[in-house]
């Protein structure tokens, strides 16, 4: 089972703001970098934001990450409807000596 | 630009072995850690495995740990995953990813499928 917990779905209409939370523990979040990535439908996902708060080139400034003690959130500032999909947080986790993902997000523009 | 190209899935049965490999271009190959990340159909994402850029140090998701072997050719920018015992929880998307360290994955595969079924 997943051992970051985010809530499964989130909605906004065009142009709203939509945030997502990223909760952990001591061992992953409180001491590691958190990942964000995307993934549309039927397709691999996507790197959107790394080191907790940096976007990778390309990808648009309308998204955010941020990160506090051992829980980390990703905001999608003027949602459009290209931004639906499934989000998901990761981080590394000493106890497990591996990744960890987050139980991920569905994200709709209603 | 980053490829990362997996292949070798299909279809096996309970118990069978499985050997996916990943195609690496656009990078210098041994500089980097490698991962396998699976996802099951409609499922969220679960981490498998990963190896330094030498080889020297592996880690291994519980799940896969004595069943699955991660391995690299640093001479041919290969990765392979080495899936023995294989259970039809291991049906899956199996993705190739690539991290600046160890300890992160910026790039991704196309993935590959993988069933488990008799």
Same mark, same amino acid.
């Given at each position: 089972q997943s051992v970051l917990t985010q809530p499964p779905s989130a909605s906004g209409t065009p142009g709203q703001r /939509? &945030?997502?939370s990223c909760s952990g523990g001591s061992s992953n979040i409180g001491s590691h970098s958190v990942y964000w990535y995307q993934q549309l439908?039927?397709? +691999?996902? =996507?790197?959107?934001?790394?080191?907790?708060?940096?976007?990778?080139s390309g990808v648009p400034d309308r998204? @955010? *990450?941020? =990160? @506090? *003690?051992? @829980? %980390?959130?990703? +905001?999608?500032? *003027?949602?459009?409807?290209?931004?639906? %999909?499934?989000?998901?947080? +990761? %981080?590394?986790?000493?106890?497990?000596? *591996?990744? /960890?993902?987050? &139980?991920? &997000?569905? /994200?709709?523009v209603l | 630009e980053v490829q990362l190209v997996?292949?070798?899935?299909?279809?096996? $049965?309970?118990?069978?072995?499985?050997?996916?490999?990943?195609?690496a271009s656009g990078f210098t190959f041994d500089d980097y850690a490698m991962h396998w990340v699976r996802q099951a159909p409609g499922k969220g994402l679960e981490w498998v495995s990963v190896i330094s850029w030498n080889?020297?140090?592996i880690n291994y998701a519980d799940s896969v740990k004595g069943r699955f072997t991660i391995s690299r050719d640093n001479a041919?920018?290969?990765?392979?995953? $080495?899936?023995?015992s294989l259970r039809a929880e291991d049906t899956a998307f199996y993705y190739c990813a690539k991290g600046r360290t160890y300890y992160?994955?910026?790039?991704?595969? $196309?993935?590959?499928?993988?069933?488990?079924?008799?």
């Open positions: /939509v &945030t997502i439908p039927g397709t +691999a996902p =996507k790197l959107l934001i790394y080191r907790s708060d940096q976007r990778p998204f @955010s *990450g941020s =990160k @506090s *003690g051992t @829980s %980390a959130s990703l +905001a999608i500032s *003027g949602l459009r409807s290209e931004d639906e %999909a499934d989000y998901y947080c +990761a %981080a590394w986790d000493d106890s497990l000596s *591996g990744n /960890v993902f987050g &139980t991920g &997000t569905q /994200v709709t | 997996e292949s070798g899935g299909g279809l096996v $049965q309970p118990g069978g072995s499985l050997r996916l490999s990943c195609a080889g020297g140090n041919k920018n290969f990765l392979y995953l $080495q899936m023995d992160d994955i910026l790039h991704w595969g $196309q993935g590959t499928l993988v069933t488990v079924s008799s």
